[in-house]
Each structure stands twice: as structure tokens, then as C-alpha cells.
């Protein structure tokens, strides 16, 4: 689970000042029937638990978790070879060899990667042998090259059919055995492993072509309101774009998630009921707009005929508003399986914020990821962050790392409508939910969103 704010240590100690009490003058009745972050966390989590098995091609499980553990059905390497170019030998023909004592032996053979020899390495003789070739029987040590006459006698025009041996090399030098990376029925690796480039990599040398993964959950993707225009249409009338549909559609994707884009739904009974018969057989719909309390609003109405939807405040900012349930099965159209609902609030950076904080953790939860957080990271604030009425603030900041220190410059207006100012940020910097504000220099728990860390090469 997140915890980004559990364990934290309430900065009680340094001496600004500015803590409020829990109900301070003016705010009296704030969060009082506010749900904390941790127990809205703690109720959505409760609904969600890894899907079911797919198999696949292996280059199409990048980011996937692996569904049960993987033993190797072989040996890695599967015989003893080369780990370099140069001549398999017996070592006790090369006891005491140097380059003023050298050890003459016959060449009686060349063995290349892909091919085995049949030929014995018989004391006083070597097999030439290139790099990942099995090394013959009788041979149980490889001499590179360079550690040979090889050279001076190319350039002299002398043959190969003997070679002077010019180092002693200890027992098996230069021989990878058989097994030494992995072994016949090794666990390879776990269920629960994240499959990344290496993991491919690691499948395919087993000879595995396909995997069984955790498949990606199916996430539909619900703007509601009158207001929104589509992209591409012209805005008039008080419309404004649509952006959320895409915000929150680029977010399942980058949490693991497929999105299924339903579009806008006016605040309309026959519209919101039709977009959610397109709902079937998604794994979660997360809508947006309409969930605040108080709010008359037809979205709410139809969420609450629909399903088992509750509508909470969540002691945060951004992201106060935030509905959650199930989506109860269709009857008519036969498809029982109730869908969780997660209502994230209209404006654009709530949106994003309320999504990052309860919809991510939900999609990872069903990728199969044990691990739901992001990083975080301490660092210095460089401007101050205000808390104005008792909840937890999650201010937009940008990280960077100087001389070894994180600092968090706020990104500018914090209004929950300032897209831009999220668009600017790596990251959310917290301001406990009783201190009234943190100021620049002081300490802050930061959650990453992005790290921007890459450097000029
Ligand atoms: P609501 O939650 O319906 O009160 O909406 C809060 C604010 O978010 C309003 O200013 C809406 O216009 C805005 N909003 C709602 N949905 C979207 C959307 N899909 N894209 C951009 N802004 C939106
Ligand atoms: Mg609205």
C-alpha cells in the first residue's frame, strides 16, 4: 500500500509556528465527516485483487507481471565453453608454460561456436576453439591467443599445425561449465516478477516463447457534463475541451491499464445510461465531473440508481470529491459482473490527482503489483505551500537534485483548474493535513512522478 503520509514525521519541532489546531477558528466544521486519504485508500483497495492469467508472446508481456514462477527446463550454458579465442587444452601440458619456456602441443582440430568436436584433446595436443564453442573432451582449461605463438608465426608464414603455449593458467581458466548461470530446474524466476528487457531476455535463453502474465486490466474512461466540447470541435457558448477524457486515459496507460475511451456523457438520464451500457466487461470505469456533494447532479443520480456508489469527501487538496462503489451487472443485456466505479472530480488537475492517488494504486493492484507506490524522496521546499482549511495538501512541485539534496520549487498558481501547473510538475509535495503551511527551506515528503533525472551524455 501507499504510504506516503503514514510513518511521516509531523515537523513539530521546527519552530515556525504555524500549526493549526485540528478545528482552528474559521474551519470549524471542516473534516468532520471527511473521509482521511488512508481510509478512502483503504476501502478502494478492498476491491480489487489481481486478474486472471494470460499467455503470451513473450515480447508482449513488457510491464507485465509474471503469473506463476518460471524453472528453467535446461541447463545455461547447456555444455561447458569458451570464453574466448584460443586453444582448449589439457592444463597439466601447461604446467610452469611462459613466453621464454613455451609448451609446444599439435593442433589437431578447430571447433566453432555452434559445433561439437569430436575429437579427444589427448596430452600434447590442443583443438583451436572460438569463443562459446563447446570445449572438447580431454580439455579442461582454454589458452587465449595472446598467450601464444598464434601471431608470430601467422607473420612468419609458419603453419598452425602446432602451437607454443606461453603461460600456465590455473585449472579451467577461460571454461564457462555447464550450468553456471542456470541450472535444469532452477527457479528462474518468481511469480509477481515485473517483466522487463532482461526478463525477456532471460525467457527467451531458456527457450520459452511465450509467458503467463497477469493480464492488463480494461479500464473505461467517462467524461460527464454539458460543458465539454470534443477535440475538434469549435468552442463556443461557454464550452471548454474536454480534457480529462485524455489526462485520465494517458494515466491508464502508463499505470499498466488498457483505457477505453467513452467520451463525454451530457447531464442527461438517457445519455449517462447509455455510456454505461459500454461499461460491460471493463474491469474499472473511472469517470469524471459531477460527484461533488451538495451538487444537484444527474450524474450522481444515475451512478446512485445504478450501483452502490458512495460519495465522499477526502480530507485532500486537490481532490476533495471523489464517488466510489460498484457499478451493478446489466440484467437486460446478461452481463452480471458489477464494475467499480471511481467518480474523480471535474477539474482537470483533481482529476489527475485523485486518479494518481486511489485509480493507480487500483490498476497495479490488478497488474498484479505488489508494490503500489510511487518513490518518495525528502526534500527542501523553495516557496511556501498553504494549507487553508485542514486538509492534506498535495502541492505541484518540480524536483530536482542539487549537490546531492532534493529541492521542490512549487510550480505556480495551485488552483485545481491550473492544468499547466501540473504539466510542469514531477512531483506532489505534501503539506500535512494540520500544519497551515510549509515554508521554502523547509523539509517536505515528496512523491515522485517522474524522476527527469537523465543527463546529457
Ligand atoms: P464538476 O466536478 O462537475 O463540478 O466540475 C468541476 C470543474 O471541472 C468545472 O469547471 C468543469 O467545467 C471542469 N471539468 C469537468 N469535466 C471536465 C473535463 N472532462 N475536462 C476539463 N474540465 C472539466
Ligand atoms: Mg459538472
Redesign the pocket.
Known amino acids: 500500500m501507499q504510504t506516503p503520509h503514514q510513518g511521516h514525521q509531523e515537523s513539530a519541532g521546527h519552530g515556525h509556528g504555524h500549526h493549526a489546531p485540528p478545528h482552528d477558528h474559521g474551519h470549524r466544521h471542516v473534516g468532520e465527516d471527511m473521509l482521511s486519504v488512508e481510509e478512502a485508500h483503504r476501502q478502494i483497495m478492498a476491491c480489487f485483487a489481481p486478474l486472471e492469467v494470460e499467455e503470451k508472446p513473450i515480447l508482449d508481456c513488457l510491464g507485465q507481471t509474471l503469473a506463476i514462477e518460471v524453472r528453467s527446463p535446461l541447463a545455461l550454458p547447456p555444455l561447458a565453453n569458451s570464453g574466448m579465442d584460443g586453444y582448449a587444452v589439457r592444463r597439466d601440458d601447461i604446467i610452469g608454460a611462459s613466453e621464454d619456456s613455451p609448451r609446444n602441443l599439435r593442433v589437431i582440430g578447430l571447433v566453432a561456436a555452434g559445433q561439437v568436436s569430436d575429437q579427444t584433446v589427448e596430452p600434447g595436443t590442443a583443438i583451436r576453439i572460438m569463443t562459446g564453442a563447446p570445449v572438447p573432451s580431454g580439455a579442461d582449461t582454454v589458452v587465449p591467443f595472446e598467450e601464444t605463438d598464434e601471431i608470430n608465426r601467422r607473420s612468419s608464414g609458419r603453419t598452425l599445425a602446432d602451437i607454443d603455449i606461453q603461460a600456465d593458467l590455473p585449472l579451467g581458466c577461460n571454461v564457462r561449465p555447464a550450468g553456471e548461470d542456470v541450472r535444469e530446474g532452477d527457479l528462474v524466476l518468481e511469480a509477481g516478477t515485473v517483466v522487463r528487457s532482461a526478463e525477456i531476455g532471460v525467457l527467451a535463453s531458456l527457450g520459452l516463447a511465450s509467458a503467463r502474465v497477469i493480464r492488463r486490466p480494461l479500464v473505461s474512461v467517462l ?3 454539458d ?2 466540447a470534443s477535440l475538434g470541435e469549435q468552442l463556443s457558448g461557454g464550452k ?6 485524455f489526462s485520465v486515459a494517458a494515466s491508464v496507460v502508463a499505470a499498466g491499464g488498457i483505457p477505453k475511451v467513452l467520451g ?1 456523457a451530457r447531464d442527461s438520464l438517457e445519455d449517462m445510461h447509455r455510456k454505461l451500457e459500454e461499461v460491460v466487461n471493463s474491469d474499472l470505469l473511472v469517470t ?5 456533494k451538495g ?1 444537484y ?1 444527474v ?1 450522481k443520480d444515475v451512478l446512485t440508481e445504478r450501483g452502490d456508489i458512495n460519495f465522499w469527501s477526502v480530507r485532500m487538496r486537490p481532490a476533495k ?1 471523489l464517488a466510489f462503489g460498484m457499478l451493478r451487472g446489466d440484467p437486460v443485456n446478461g452481463t452480471g459482473k458489477p464494475v467499480p466505479l471511481m467518480g474523480l ?4 488537475v ?2 489527475m490527482v485523485a486518479f494518481e492517488m486511489f485509480a493507480r494504486p487500483a490498476i497495479r493492484t490488478m497488474l498484479g503489483r505488489k508494490r503500489l507506490g510511487r518513490p518518495m524522496v525528502e526534500g527542501i521546499l523553495t516557496a511556501p505551500i498553504y494549507n487553508s482549511d485542514g486538509r492534506r495538501v498535495y502541492a505541484r512541485v518540480e524536483v530536482e537534485k542539487r549537490d546531492g539534496v532534493y529541492y521542490a520549487n512549487p510550480t505556480g498558481p495551485q488552483g485545481s ?1 491550473i492544468l499547466t501547473s501540473m504539466s510542469r510538475a514531477n512531483a506532489l509535495a505534501i503539506c500535512p493535513d494540520h500544519l497551515s503551511r510549509k515554508d521554502a527551506g523547509e523539509q517536505v515528503d515528496i512523491i515522485m512522478l517522474d524522476w527527469n533525472e537523465e543527463v546529457d551524455i
Do not use: H
Open positions: 467524461s460527464t457534463g460543458e465539454l471548454i475541451y474536454d480534457s480529462n477524457s463525454i469524471s465531473a459531477g460527484v461533488s451538487d447532479d450524474v470529491p472530480p471535474g477539474n482537470p483533481s482529476a483548474n
